[in-house]
């Protein structure tokens, strides 16, 4: 498949890749090669080939959710570099 540049462009402008204008005809060109190989996948013939396991088969196991706070208080305020009695201390952003 072939991409005009303007399509290759917007592409990398979505992706955030930043593109000399070099470059364009260059990943023009590999992403026409990825399209041509990912459509390669539309011929295979799968009508017998059974669902993976992660289509739906399998069931997760479940945890009962609750909140807790691991009762680890003195353990994680250690490694604060500044704390007041049980809680964090920041410097103040807002005045």
């Known amino acids: 498949?072939?991409?005009d540049a303007k399509t290759?462009?917007?592409i990398?402008?979505?992706?955030r890749i930043g593109l000399e204008p070099g470059e364009v005809d260059s990943l023009g060109k590999d992403?026409?090669?990825i399209i041509d190989w990912?459509?390669?996948l539309n011929e295979v013939d799968v009508t017998d080939v059974p669902p993976m396991i992660g289509t739906g088969i399998a069931t997760p196991r479940l945890r009962e959710d609750r909140v807790t706070d691991g009762n680890r208080r003195d353990d994680v305020l250690?490694?604060?570099p500044d704390r007041e009695g049980p809680f964090y201390t920041v410097p103040k952003v807002v005045e």
């Open 1 to 3: 498949m072939s991409l």
């Open 8 to 10: 290759v462009t917007r």
């Open 12 to 15: 990398a402008r979505l992706a």
């Open 31 to 33: 992403m026409g090669s």
């Open 38 to 40: 990912v459509e390669q």
């Open 78 to 80: 250690s490694n604060a």
